[in-house]
């Protein structure tokens, strides 16, 4: 199976300063269309994981523009220009391209 | 808008059975793949299962293969989870979410406890 890695686990973050996390897969993403299925959820306490950057950039609708992921091959980056106080939570990526699909183990943001 | 609604959690015994519903509305159900997913405590996001518009098009967890049964029912707009054989590490919140390789719209889940 395609192993998930992010790093950091955790990381406390101050109001208004950027933020990055950084996830790594064990071999590479490109599927046999030619798109690379690297995904970016959040789950905020109490919630249900949701959505925010599909293949690899792609923001979803409603997702504030303050996130934005990047990445190809085996390392990606999820990064957030600015951090609000509704962005505390945890953040997995995940691959979509070989079967089965895999969760990284997540990262918890918080503020400081 | 996308709404998913996962029902038919619960306590059950190791060794026992449950069937998980999801009902999808606010998009063509029968044009998606669907997806279920868990989450534990212990071992995080874990993919489950996936079926694909028309049913044809399955996968399974090597967890779950032999155990878990998925299905659909177009006509009602509802994805299924057959769960037997039930064991303590399946103990998770389930969730189905709309599409497979780039998964949406996760319901808010149903809780799924085995134990004696």
């Known amino acids: 199976d395609v192993v998930m890695t992010q790093s950091p686990l955790s990381l406390p973050v101050t109001l208004g300063q950027p933020a990055s996390i950084s996830c790594r897969s064990s071999q590479g993403l490109v599927y046999s269309d030619g798109s690379t299925y690297v995904n970016w959820f959040q789950q905020r306490p109490g919630q249900s994981p949701r959505r925010l950057i599909y293949q690899v950039s792609t923001r979803d609708s409603g997702v504030p523009d303050r996130f934005s992921g990047s990445g190809s091959g085996t390392d990606f980056t999820l990064k957030i220009s600015r951090v609000e106080a509704e962005d505390v939570g945890v953040y997995y990526c995940?691959?979509?391209?070989?079967?089965?699909?895999?969760f990284g183990p997540g990262t918890k943001v918080d503020i400081k | 808008q996308v709404q998913l609604v996962e029902s038919g959690g619960g306590l059950v015994k190791p060794g026992g059975s449950l069937r998980l519903s999801c009902v999808a509305s606010g998009f063509t159900f029968s044009d998606y793949y669907m997806t279920w997913i868990r989450q534990s405590p212990g071992k995080g996001l874990e993919w489950l299962s996936y079926?694909?518009?028309?049913?044809?098009?399955?996968s399974y967890a090597d967890s779950v293969k032999g155990r878990f049964t998925i299905s659909r029912d177009n006509a009602k707009n509802s994805l299924f989870l057959q769960m037997n054989s039930l064991r303590a590490e399946d103990t998770a919140v389930y969730y189905c979410?709309?599409?497979?390789?780039?998964?949406?719209?996760w319901g808010q889940g149903t809780l799924v406890t085995v134990s004696s």
């Open positions: 995940m691959q979509g391209t070989h079967w089965p699909f895999t």
């Open positions: 079926i694909g518009p028309g049913g044809g098009s399955i």
């Open positions: 979410a709309k599409q497979a390789r780039i998964p949406n719209n």
